[in-house]
T-cell receptor, first 113, second 115 residues
Framework: DVKVTQSSRYLVKRTGEKVFLECVQD?????MFWYRQDPGLGLRLIYF???????EKGDIPEGYSVSREKKERFSLILESASTNQTSMYLC????????????FGQGTRLTVV | GNSVTQMEGPVTLSEEAFLTINCTYT??????LFWYVQYPGEGLQLLLK?????DKGSNKGFEATYRKETTSFHLEKGSVQVSDSAVYFC??????????????FGKGTRLSVIA
């Protein structure tokens, strides 16, 4: 079974802090994704990566950056956290673009105070 | 880009009732279509998928048929159980200029099944 692991289930950070959300997958998948989930808005794509050191903006990239130094690890960075970034963050991976089935981690609930 | 519209919830049903959750999509080309389920406190799990028109995806008693003529992928189950209580997301693969196809999700439909 594919396993996607997010480093924290819950995080509380202060406004202005730099925040790192870490995600690791163990199935040698090419693609990795970061989504945020908000009530009434569903899942929205922040960034994705299709190879090491490669990244592509999703639909709501503002206020975020990402890093993929190794194939199995994909980090989401909030350069200066703000209260409107309080949300559930979901990491996912998929094998290839032609096989877009995504496998998800359990999520990180981030609260910015 | 491509998009998904699914019926708003919450949906509340009695055990053994018939379930339909509507999903329609807007797409150029021929995306793959998916249903994901999120149980309380967990991440999303793939429930079923269909990759071309008239395909039927099925799993755990749930079914959905890829209808190109009506651009729909409605989720159905003949007899729901309390354990089916969850949030259900319809999704499609959305080609980008780079050739990648991340999934685009609907807003989710919360299902509550009462005994």
């Amino acid at each position: 079974d594919v396993k996607v692991t997010q480093s924290s289930r819950y995080l509380v950070k202060r406004t202005g802090e730099k925040v790192f959300l870490e995600c690791v997958q163990d199935m040698d998948h090419e693609n990795m994704f970061w989504y945020r989930q908000d009530p009434g808005l569903g899942l929205r794509l922040i960034y994705f990566s299709y190879d090491v050191k490669m990244k592509e903006k999703g639909d709501i990239p503002e206020g975020y950056s990402v890093s993929r130094e190794k194939k199995e690890r994909f980090s989401l960075i909030l350069e200066s956290a703000s209260t409107n970034q309080t949300s559930m963050y979901l990491c996912a991976s998929s094998l290839y673009p032609a096989v877009p089935d995504a496998f998800f981690g359990q999520g990180t609930r981030l609260t910015v105070v | 880009g491509n998009s998904v519209t699914q019926m708003e919830g919450p949906v509340t049903l009695s055990e053994e009732a018939f379930l339909t959750i509507n999903c329609t999509y807007t797409a150029t080309g021929y995306p793959s279509l998916f249903w994901y389920v999120q149980y309380p406190g967990e991440g999303l799990q793939l429930l079923l998928k269909a990759t071309k028109a008239d395909d039927k995806g099925s799993n755990k008693g749930f079914e959905a048929t890829y209808r190109k003529e009506t651009t729909s992928f409605h989720l159905e189950k003949g007899s729901v159980q309390v354990s089916d209580s969850a949030v259900y997301f319809c999704a499609l693969s959305d080609p980008r200029n780079s050739g990648n196809t991340p999934l685009v999700f609907g807003k989710g439909t919360r299902l509550s099944v009462i005994a």
